[in-house]
């Protein structure tokens, strides 16, 4: 097998939908209202000890507000609504239901994704995700982060690896596409490790990855851990892992992210992870130089 991919060396999402939908898809970030169950005290207070008070959501708006605004940059363009801060299924059934259909009743929307915990997909819950996924496009984020339980209680995550299986069983039954969230470089795992978690799921029936560089933000528990329990990569050390992680990643697998987003006001650490042009400019570089592309060391 070759490189496959029209004008890159990785199956971006980006590429994804434009060929599936034939324009511009544009994802909307919305703060839909929504806790976690590790911050309200059901399963902790805190958070993950990465997660900001937005709940990784710092850029999150409204609809509307969006729409108005890339509708300018990109006037044919098309939009996904991506509930992005906190647990996005953490919610009686009657207000999810309400916020999901609302989403997608705007002109120009077609479809939303959501971004979840793995231990908030109650039955419930399934039943109104495949109500939805049968008549309109939808793909389900699951934070997984790591797959080293040492690692999953080091940063609070709150749930074990069996709850996260469960998950992805339970929306590939559905034919739901799941996208799941990994981190690079917390505290205490090497090279091998990240692998180790970006191979389990790559074993799964999932639709996507979203790999995030691990960025310490003021005001989160993370900061405990720096500088002397986290390794800062340099910007070329994270291209190289970046490309040696996506030549093991199949080609049918999306790739929805490579680096991290965090408001620089909140920024500790590194100073450079804000720069996403000059990263993937980067990773395209490397794989120029390898003569290289996602999977290819999955070749035989």
């Not at 739901?176 to 990994?182: D, F, N, P, R, S």
Request: include cysteine; charge should be positive.
């Amino acid at each position: 097998m070759s490189n496959i991919f029209v004008n890159s060396y990785f199956n971006s999402i980006g590429n994804y939908l434009k060929e599936k939908f034939g324009c511009k898809i544009i994802k909307l970030s919305l703060d839909g209202g929504f806790t976690c169950p590790n911050r309200d005290g059901t399963k902790g207070i805190d958070g993950c000890i990465f997660c900001s008070s937005e709940g990784s959501g710092d850029f999150a708006s409204n609809i509307p507000d969006q729409i108005k605004l890339l509708s300018k940059k990109w006037p044919s363009g098309k939009y996904i609504a991506y509930f992005q801060s906190h647990t996005n299924t953490y919610a009686p059934i009657e207000i999810l239901r309400e916020k999901y259909y609302e989403a997608l009743s705007y002109p120009n929307v077609i479809g939303i994704a959501i971004a979840t915990r793995p231990d908030c997909l109650s039955d419930e819950v399934l039943c109104l995700l495949d109500e939805i996924n049968k008549k309109n496009f939808l793909w389900v984020e699951l934070g997984l982060q790591t797959m080293h339980e040492e690692t999953a209680n080091l940063i609070n995550r709150c749930y074990p690896l069996s709850t996260f299986d469960k998950a992805i069983e339970n929306l590939s039954r559905l034919n739901i596409k799941t996208v799941v969230h990994l981190i690079f470089g917390l505290p205490g795992e090497d090279k091998k490790q990240m692998l180790e978690s970006l191979k389990y799921v790559c074993d799964k029936n999932i639709f996507g990855i979203k790999i995030h560089l691990m960025n310490v933000l003021k005001n989160t528990k993370l900061v405990e851990f720096y500088p002397d329990k986290i390794h800062i990569p340099t910007k070329k050390e994270y291209i190289n892992l970046v490309v040696d992680a996506l030549e093991i990643v199949p080609q049918n697998i999306t790739i929805h992210r490579i680096t991290a987003d965090a408001p620089r006001h909140l920024l500790i650490a590194p100073e450079w992870s804000y720069e996403k042009r000059t990263i993937l400019n980067g990773v395209n570089k490397e794989f120029k130089e390898r003569q290289s592309y996602q999977g290819k060391r999955l070749e035989k």
